[in-house]
């Protein structure tokens, strides 16, 4: 089979599961009663081992087997969540998704993972990883009233026992396929005609349908009503292949209606039982109760958006070409409009204007696709606390607000690595230990918050962490040891700029390496990196109560705004973000300072960048008695770029030079003009040393 | 060998610069456009004379002329763009004039002939002769470097 073509729907999907995966084990931490967690676990784990057989991964399938195994087990009651459970569980999803990231990388998915799978086993045998003899009581009386899950109604409680008088025995055959099973439906129908030679089917769990959907795990249940013993059927069923095991157990009507009654008083028990378990926990401290509300709450929004979201998947790169043929659109309704304006025929202008009109909402549209939910990133996040958190012996509440914010694609891709870090850092450095956080007065479970939020044309991305804060002292004093500042510098900072200082290169606030953070990268590489997007950071803090790190970001990076301008007789976009103001100098004004010149801009020295000079721009025109001067910034320095006019503001749509013409100096990128025509972007960055 | 010799034949698109015909094989070839606005591009190499925008792509423009160090000559109605591509790299060669696609024996191909005085280029890969014309076979990957 040709399955290179179903290779990258195949990574995509598997990702989306472990991603589920993970999330719904979080939730199943803090709620380890509730089975519709374990079940929707389940459902994407059994996903996943399908499509990995199907792909031929062989490695992965055993070991999302062997999960679903443990996940089966608690399904049935049979085994009980526990921090050590899980522990196992999310280590082999982190087993997973390295086999997924090998595929996806061009591997063969495999990897030596004997050691989780023993343990897996370990817990699926029910020797819990800590043997505790109460639930080990617990998991037998689970499994015998499992052992019998069929429900019977009183028409075929009838044939049963009326059959049975005739002599007929009744069977319950229990038929597990493999697990590589790949033609479930045809493996069914195919038990199903043995069966029916051997005697009657009366039931089947689930039923007939349902199975020749293929709407089920790898077992499922028949009752039959026969002559021929039970070991023969089993025998004859052996037969068909791909099936793992079949096991028969007699039943008779009585023993039936005694079970059903039994089931249903154990149904009133387990509901008295989990009611008895909410009054405890609605006991229990009021922020575990938020806790449970806020998931509940997310989760039934979340099952709004399964229905009402339906998606199809496409390639960046067709959405590219079809942004690119706009491109082109715009550019001819330029040039339409133009022509309008210029024959003034009324037909002609309402046409020109409706098309204009329409275009506008269509390039909306096209734009739009490109925004993913800020979600895609958030959410490794939660398994990335849960661990560090446990790692640290601290304990750490991380909440998510406006998972929903939708970023271009482009900075989505970007801002993942920023954010580690950040988090890190609010982990490592920020909260403190439970100790100390009692001793302070404070809960000894730290709040970490990641917020995103939309305003104007930016998107702000927030963490804010309920910790120690941070000492100006102690930055300052390490900045000066650093030479990161000066001592006159540093006495005229302000909080915030001492703060973010711990973002300049070559510094590092951690007294020692740890683990977590001590990776040898500073957070000037998370600055440079948001700066590389057009965007900046900030941070805020209240030493002993906490601290905020706020970052900006451009809602896209493919659209830019620009001022362009003109020198000679060509055209420069500059992008608006690097720009401080524009301003128009009398020649008179110009100073010299050691063959530079210089403006006096407020106060400050600002040396003049000529472009025409930088560019070679080939010269024509008489020089003016005035000159057109933008001024720009990178960092704390600026700089004056003289041009010979300004031509206005412009949103612009960033595109490449190509591969042919890498490092142009000072020059960032092109984009196409309103009349076709291509307009080189200056790169502030590297015209201001 | 012979046989197969005489059957395989490379299909090119011939063009003109300074009275000369030189030839790219057709399968790096995209298209070929009238001239368009170019951008100049400054602090890039000589024969580099900007970028256009092709139909939304930012193109880069070769000035084949300047390229292989011949005179420069003003551009005119002639004046035509091949679009030429080595994988993604894409590149527009401006060229005096181009409208011939031709099928050339292999047999025809000969090395470049090599007396004193002759310019050495190497991005010449052979010249065809063709009944009365001479092409001049060039090799993108070497004219891109």
Known sequence: MELNQYLDVFIDESKEHLQSVNEHLLELEKNPENLDIVNEIFRSAHTLKGMSATMGYEDLANLTHKMENVLDGIRNHKIQVTVELLDVVFASVDDLEAMVLDIAAGGDGKRNVTEIVQKLQKIEKGESLESDPSQEVAAAVAEESVSTNQQYDEFELTVIQQSTEQGFSCYEMTVRLRSDCLLKAARVYMIFEVLEKCGEVIKST??????EDEQFDDSFMVTIVTKEPKEDIEKKVMKVSEVESVVGTEISAEFLRKKSVEKEEKIAKDQDHVQKNNATTSQTSQNKKKQTTSSTAKKSSKKQQV?????????????DILMNLFEELVIDRGRLEQISTDLNHPELNETVERMSRISGDLQNIILNMRMVPVETVFNRFPRMVRKLARDLNKQINLEIVGAETELDRTVIDEIGDPLVHLIRNALDHGIETPEVRKANGKPEEGTVVLKAYHSGNHVFIEIEDDGAGINREKVLHKALSKGVVSEEVAETLTDKQVYELILASGFSTAEKVSDVSGRGVGLDVVKTTIESLGGSITIDSVEGTGSIFSIQLPLTLSIISVMLVEVEKEKYAIPLSSIIETAIVKKEDILNAHNQKVIDFRGKVVPLVFLEEVFEVPNENEEDDFYS?????????MAGLVVDSFIGQQEVVLKSLGDYLTNVFAISGATILGDGQVALIVDCNSLIK | MTTTQSTTTLKVIAFQLMEKEYALPVRQVRSIEKLMHITRVPGTSPFVKGVINLRGVVT????????????????????????????????GLVVDGANDVLDIPSEAIEPQPEVVGAVEADYITGVAKLEKRLLILLSLEKVLN
């Not at chain 1, 229905?307 to 067709?318: A, D, H, L, Q, W």
């Not at chain 1, 001067?629 to 320095?637: A, E, L, N, P, S």
């Not at chain 2, 300047?66 to 679009?83: A, G, H, M, S, V």
Request: hydrophobic fraction near 40%.
């Open chain 2, 60 to 91: 880069p423009i070769i000035d084949l002329r300047k390229r292989f160090q011949l005179p420069n000559e003003t551009y005119d109605d002639t004046t035509r763009i091949i679009i030429a591509a080595i994988d993604d790299l894409e590149v």
């Open chain 1, 629 to 637: 001067i933008v001024v720009v910034r990178k960092g704390d320095k």
């Open chain 1, 307 to 319: 229905v009402s979201n339906k998606t199809i998947r496409v390639n960046i790169e067709r959405l």
């Open chain 1, 206 to 211: 689930p039923s007939v349908e349902q199975l």
